[in-house]
């Protein structure tokens, strides 16, 4: 639905994000186990550890960008911007192929 579209895609068709989509699509994927929306609500920790995912019915393998892309982005916007090179650097990414987080989050706009 166009109204779900996220705030920088707001106006745009669908087949017009399609159109995009095939054209970014990644040529060097990986493939993992993923759990699909990784975002924040999705995580469960317990006294600041991390013990699980809930919402788990999008799991599945894909590249694990897919997951970083969404948890990038649900890390800036629940906690802010400045937080998301905090969590690339705690999992070991100095550098994120930007253009793969921006294709993976343009593909969620179609879940």
């Not at 924040?40 to 317990?46: E, R, S, T, Y």
């Not at 649900?74 to 253009?99: H, T």
Request: charged share 30%; glycine share 8%; net charge negative.
């Amino acid at each position: 639905m166009r109204a779900d579209f996220d705030e920088e895609r707001l106006g745009s068709t669908a087949q017009e994000l399609l159109t995009e989509l095939e054209a970014w699509r990644p040529v060097d994927e990986s493939r993992a186990l993923t759990h699909g929306d990784p975002c924040l609500p999705n995580v469960l920790f317990d006294k600041g550890q991390f013990v699980g995912f809930i919402d788990c019915d999008r799991v599945g393998v894909a590249d694990p960008y897919q997951d970083l892309a969404l948890a990038a982005r649900s890390i800036g916007s629940n906690l802010g911007r400045s937080w998301v090179p905090v969590f690339f650097r705690q999992y070991g990414i100095d550098n994120p192929n930007e253009r793969k987080l921006a294709f993976y989050r343009l593909l969620d706009e179609f879940f």
